[in-house]
Each structure stands twice: as C-alpha cells, then as structure tokens.
C-alpha cells in the first residue's frame, strides 16, 4: 500500500430481484454502492458533506449498523477472521493490516 489517502469509490449497476411465489414477479432497476475502505474508515476525508462517516451526510456509513452494532467495525472484522482461522483447515491467515473493504 502507499502512503496515499484511501479512496471511497461510487459504483453503478443493476438491482435485479425475482420472486417465485405466491406469484411469480420480478424487477429491475439501476443503482448505486460504495466501496468503503473499512481498515482506513478513520482516514478518510472530512472535507465532502456528502459522505460521512459516523455522522448525518446524505451518504453516510455509520459503523453501528454493521457488525455486532457495538464493537468497532474493524476490530469486530478481524475477531471473524481469528474464529475462521482457528476453527477451520482454511489456508486463510489473519494479517492485523490486510485491507477490508465492504461492497
């Protein structure tokens, strides 16, 4: 990684859902995500009123809606990572600074 600012990425596609029952229905419609580097949440910046972080924005992220809703997000990330990695044969190991980045 370099030392550069980590960057909120805007990204369009397409929403399709289909439901099967009672009645057979579907849709389709475009739309919008981030991709929100959550190992540099802490970093990204303040100066755009449109994203915020922990804060009213009209695109905010507020930790407390993911996860557990009370332990840091990150930290609650890696607490995951640790449980995988000790309970199961995966080839995945826990590196306190790889990037996670929710889509």
């Given amino acids: 990684m370099t030392g550069a600012a980590p960057a909120l990425e805007l990204a369009f596609g397409e929403i399709r859902h289909t439901r099967l029952r009672p009645v ?3 849709l389709r419609h475009r739309g919008f995500y981030c991709r ?15 994203f915020g972080v922990n804060r009213f924005a009209p ?12 332990t840091p997000l990150l930290r609650w990330i890696r607490s995951l990572t640790v449980k995988v990695t ?3 044969n ?3 190991t826990d590196e306190s600074d790889a990037p996670f980045t929710i889509y």
């Fill in 86 to 88: 000790s309970t199961s």
């Fill in 90 to 92: 995966s080839s995945f």
């Fill in 59 to 70: 695109l905010a992220f507020h930790e407390s809606d993911h996860g557990d809703g009370r």
């Fill in 24 to 26: 057979r229905h579907a």
């Fill in 36 to 50: 929100i580097p959550v190992h540099a949440l802490a970093d990204l910046p303040r100066a755009t009123r449109l």
